[in-house]
């Protein structure tokens, strides 16, 4: 299991300072370039965009061909370069670069320098849409400045390249999907994806799920998760799971750990779960009374079924077995409050008998083929195991409910506000509570 918090580039804090994040989008490109290959290759393709020059860079497998990448360089560190490429990476287009009249001679500082060879790439980076163009043509200037040229008669020297978010992102999706696909994955371009994702999820090549001709279960996710990212983003206490299996938020009720999120590959269907009573710990504020679950939750103002099944589960130091069980499964109830307290926790060896006999007496089925007790349990080196009463709870939102929704690549919000109605109706409509006795 991946901890949540171990995507390479993301810090701990949820806030997006501003100056900081402009230096963690440029650092973690930057990384990426170094660690996959095939990434820096297309970025070169597309940044040089001259096949002759770049064959010529490449075509010698035995010639010497220096790389390097460099962040926060001044201009005054640069060497001299017989060609130079001045890149804006930003939401907004290069305007006019050679109309530019920033001419201020100084020292600044380029947040991305890669050379190759006698090559130079200047890129500035910005996290909004903020319009750099005068800012890179003040780099250029300065960079020619102290090789004594300039920069009005060095305009064959000086090829500008509007290199924005959607077209880099574009790039990295494709480079990713391929490396999947040949299943030679890179965990740095995978978290550089999700951090840019995190921060703007319009920047990367997501159809809207009303534009899907065909039900797309990986593009209907992905927009969901885009939906989740901006309902966590909004909340100070909601955070989304990072973990590589399973898609799905934090939940702030005791009674359960997370939500989860999930894709009908066949119906596109948006199937929303959560497991209370997971743990003893859990079961504590479910079982303070016979625990109730209402029968259907109001989401954006639509009723949807809940769909209840029973799940007894079996831990060591780690998951050993367990009971998927429906309520036809049951003689009478077991999920009460005095079986939760009596036999619910930490079981010793002597005592297995005692729980043996409880589910004899509750359960219908052949639980013990279901769980393979004697191999998982009977015949283990075990001295003792933890049982817990927990619950499954799911409802299904359609799919051309998801498709009226979301109909605008860069509007994310309609979902975004179906995701809170979801999370809302769990956290405070699930649950009956009861007053205690």
């Not at 929704?405 to 979902?415: F, G, Q, W």
Request: with cysteine.
């Amino acid at each position: 299991m991946m901890n949540k918090h171990l995507n390479i580039f993301k810090t701990y804090t949820k806030k997006n300072r501003s100056y900081q994040l402009e230096n963690d989008l440029t650092r973690a490109l930057a990384i990426c370039l170094q660690e996959d290959a095939l990434f820096f290759h297309e970025v070169l393709k597309t940044i040089i965009n001259d096949s002759g020059l770049y064959n010529k860079l490449f075509e010698d497998l035995d010639g010497d061909t220096e790389v390097q990448i460099e962040i926060q360089k001044r201009t005054s560190q640069v060497d001299e370069f017989d060609k130079i490429f001045a890149v804006s990476l930003s939401e907004s287009v290069m305007s006019g670069f050679w109309q530019q009249k920033h001419n201020t001679e100084y020292d600044p500082i380029c947040d991305l320098v890669i050379t190759i060879n006698n090559i130079l790439i200047v890129i500035e980076a910005k996290r909004d849409n903020i319009n750099c163009t005068s800012q890179l043509y003040n780099q250029i200037l300065n960079v020619l400045s102290y090789q004594n040229k300039c920069l009005d008669d060095s305009r064959e020297v000086v090829t500008p390249v509007d290199l924005n978010w959607r077209k880099l992102m574009a790039i990295a999706v494709k480079v990713a999907s391929f490396e999947k696909t040949t299943s030679n994955t890179n965990r740095f371009l995978n978290d550089f994806i999700q951090l840019v994702k995190e921060h703007n999820f319009s920047w990367l090549p997501e159809t809207p799920i009303g534009s899907l001709k065909n039900i797309n279960a990986k593009s209907i996710s992905r927009r969901i998760e885009s939906a989740i990212i901006k309902f966590c983003d909004n909340s100070e206490l909601v955070e989304k799971l990072t973990y590589r299996d399973r898609l799905g938020t934090t939940f702030t009720p005791k009674w359960a750990n997370e939500l989860l999120f999930d894709i009908n590959a066949e119906t596109g269907e948006l199937v929303v779960e959560i497991y209370p009573g997971n743990t003893k710990g859990q079961g504590y504020h479910i079982f303070q009374s016979e625990p109730q679950f209402s029968q259907q939750l109001k989401i954006d103002g639509e009723l949807y079924a809940i769909e209840k099944s029973y799940h007894i589960k079996i831990m060591g130091q780690s998951y050993i077995t367990g009971l998927w069980l429906a309520e036809d499964d049951f003689k009478k109830n077991l999920y009460t409050k005095r079986n939760f307290n009596q036999y619910t926790g930490r079981v010793r060896k002597e005592s297995w008998k005692d729980t043996e006999a409880l589910l004899d007496e509750h359960i219908s089925c052949d639980w013990r083929s279901k769980c393979k007790w004697e191999d998982k349990i009977l015949k283990s080196n075990r001295t003792r195991f933890d049982i817990s009463f927990g619950y499954l709870i799911k409802i299904k939102i359609p799919f051309e409910r998801l498709s009226q929704l979301d109909v605008d690549h860069n509007d994310i919000t309609p979902l975004a506000n179906l995701i809170e109605s979801i999370y809302k109706a769990f956290e405070t409509s699930l649950l009956i509570k009861e007053p205690l006795i």
